[in-house]
């Protein structure tokens, strides 16, 4: 999938890990769409993207896992992907 970020919202902290909004534009279907990603589900996912700004474009990895899509690698849109822990 392929995004262009609109808004990357402030980190927001809880008890036990940090969650920050997305707001970004589905390029592959031209829609914007928004997602909530947390520290802990695949951390280099979400330090890249928290750091994002308005304009930057990326391509996404997804995996279904326990019937939810997944972001478990993403990369500058025409770059190598940053590598999944494991």
Partial sequence: MKIEI?????VQ??????VVELVYKNIDKD???????MDFSY??????LRKSS???KF????VKEDGYWQW???SVAG???????S
Avoid at 13 to 18: A, E, L, Q, V
Avoid at 59 to 62: P, T, W
Avoid at 79 to 85: A, C, R
Wanted: hydrophobic share 15%; net charge positive; with cysteine.
């Fill in 6 to 10: 609109i808004n990357v919202g402030d």
């Fill in 13 to 18: 902290k809880k008890d036990k890990y940090s």
């Fill in 31 to 37: 829609k914007t769409e928004t997602k909530k990603l």
């Fill in 43 to 48: 951390p280099p996912v979400y330090n890249t």
């Fill in 54 to 56: 308005k304009g930057d």
């Fill in 59 to 62: 391509d996404i990895k997804l």
């Fill in 72 to 74: 478990t690698e993403c």
């Fill in 79 to 85: 770059s190598d992907p940053m590598p999944t822990p």
